[in-house]
């Protein structure tokens, strides 16, 4: 059984920053990506960053880059998405995403196996 679990969203202003963790157990992704995806209501899915789980090779939305950073702790299972500098259109419930086999194109969500329950990111102005 693989349990993805995200957890750090919130509501908070524009300009402030969270920091989302999603904690994977059940398996060791030792060789595959793992992703944030983002869904607003009314909205497709959106890629938001991918990591792989060794070497460092990250990936970001246009959107993104350079406020938020993926980051990982294999010690831990973990992944992290810092989010800085937040924009009301950042609000969206994130998913955490884990490959399963490895599959070099980070952007495709149809390359993800498994998928966390989300959490809730509310950026208001």
């Known amino acids: 059984q693989v349990e993805l679990v995200e957890s750090g969203g919130g509501l908070v202003q524009a300009g402030d920053s969270l920091r989302l963790s999603c904690a994977a157990s059940g398996r060791t992704f030792s060789s595959c990506a793992m992703a944030w995806f983002r869904q607003a209501p009314g909205k497709e899915r959106e890629f938001v960053a991918a990591t792989s789980w060794v070497g460092g090779r990250t990936t970001y939305a246009d959107s993104v880059k350079g406020r938020f950073t993926i980051s990982r702790d294999n010690a831990q299972n973990t992944v992290y998405l810092q989010m800085n500098s937040l924009k009301p259109e950042d609000t969206a419930v994130y998913h955490c995403?884990?490959?399963?086999?490895?599959?070099?194109?980070?952007?495709?969500?149809?390359?993800?196996?498994?998928w966390g329950q989300g959490t809730q990111v509310t950026v208001s102005s």
């Open positions: 995403a884990a490959q399963s086999p490895y599959y070099p194109d980070y952007l495709n969500f149809q390359n993800y196996r498994y």
